[in-house]
């Protein structure tokens, strides 16, 4: 898939280093649990590309430098039902527009290759910033949980 400024592709072995620099850092991890140990990443990492057909990964890219910016993965939730969108993108790259521009498109691919017509997406109520992306999205707070040891907003969207 492309976006204007934007590549996303599947994920591949060759990204390895790339995705370990997301679960790596403190930043981006703040209110995923914290960055995590090589081990588990390693671990991680593993179960990201023997995946079965219920999960997708992708690695975004910027067209113009091929940079690495971000992970999307849609998932089952932890309802054992639901698909879920999940994203991390490099601090440097925030409040560029990039995780709206290139989520926008795989919720399109999603509705017409895949034929998936609704998706949630859980985050800490904490995470100002993706609550107001998955707004601006158009997903709806559908449901509060407490898990993770915090506050959760599960968000909603009919595609």
Known sequence: MK???CIVENLKHDDYDDVKLLYLDNEVREFLGGAISDERYN???KQMINNNEDSLYWVVRLKNTNDFIGLVS???HHDGVSKELSYQFLPSY?????ALEVIR??????STELNIKSIISETQV????S????????????????????????FSLKL
Request: charged share 25%; with cysteine.
């Open 131 to 154: 609550c107001r992306l998955l707004n601006n999205l158009g997903m709806k707070v559908v449901d509060k949980v407490y898990r993770f040891n915090a506050e959760q907003h599960i």
């Open 74 to 76: 849609i998932d089952t």
């Open 126 to 129: 904490a995470n100002k910033a």
């Open 3 to 5: 976006t204007n400024r």
């Open 94 to 98: 925030w409040g560029n527009g990039y």
């Open 43 to 45: 671990s991680s990492f």
């Open 105 to 110: 498109e795989i919720l399109k691919f999603i």
